[in-house]
C-alpha cells in the first residue's frame, strides 16, 4: 500500500480488472481498480487475499483501510460500511480456517458461494441494524436479540 496516499485525486482508469491475484490487490491498493469490477465478489476475492496474507486482525485492518480509500477515491466515502466490511471478513476467516483457503481464489470461490450473496449478513445481522448510521461508522456486533 501506499502509506502516502490520501485519498484526494480520482483513480486512473483502467481497461479492465486485473485476473491476477497480485495485479487485482495492487490495482485496488492504489485505487486503479475500475470502479465497475469491483462487486461484492471482489471484495471477498480481496478478504480472502489479505487473510492469506496475515491473521484476521491485521488482514481485516488491512481490508478497512483499503476499503475506506478506495471509496475516497472514487469521490465516494460513503460507500465504505465498518460492520459489513468486518463482519465479511470473519465469515471469510471462518471458512477458510474450517475449510481450508481452496488452493486459490477460484477454488475458494466454487467451495463457498454463501459468501458471494451479498445478503449472507442478514442471516446475523437485522437489515435495520446494517442500514443503520452506526453500523457504516463503527464495527457493530451481533445483536443479541437475533
Not at 485519498?7 to 485476473?19: K, L, M, N, Q, V
Not at 480481496?46 to 477515491?73: D, E, K, Q, S, V
Request: charged share 20%; hydrophobic share 40%.
Amino acid at each position: 500500500m501506499n502509506a502516502g496516499y490520501q485519498g484526494t485525486r480520482c483513480p486512473p482508469e483502467a481497461a479492465s480488472a486485473p485476473s491476477d491475484d497480485a495485479q487485482f490487490l495492487a490495482a485496488l491498493e492504489d485505487c486503479s481498480l475500475p470502479p465497475d469490477s469491483f462487486d461484492h465478489a471482489a471484495h471477498v476475492r480481496a478478504g480472502y487475499l489479505y487473510l492469506l496474507r496475515a491473521p484476521f486482525l491485521p488482514a481485516t485492518a488491512a481490508m478497512c483501510t483499503t476499503i475506506a480509500r478506495y471509496a475516497r477515491a472514487l469521490g465516494k466515502p460513503d460507500r465504505y460500511h465498518e460492520t459489513i466490511t468486518v463482519a465479511f471478513m470473519a465469515l471469510i476467516n471462518a471458512q477458510m480456517r474450517g475449510a481450508g483457503d481452496g488452493g486459490d481464489w477460484e477454488q475458494f470461490r466454487a467451495r463457498n458461494p454463501q459468501l458471494l450473496r451479498s445478503d449472507a449478513l442478514l442471516a446475523y445481522y437485522p437489515r435495520a441494524v446494517l442500514e443503520s448510521r452506526e453500523a457504516r461508522d463503527c464495527f457493530t456486533l451481533l445483536p443479541q436479540s437475533v
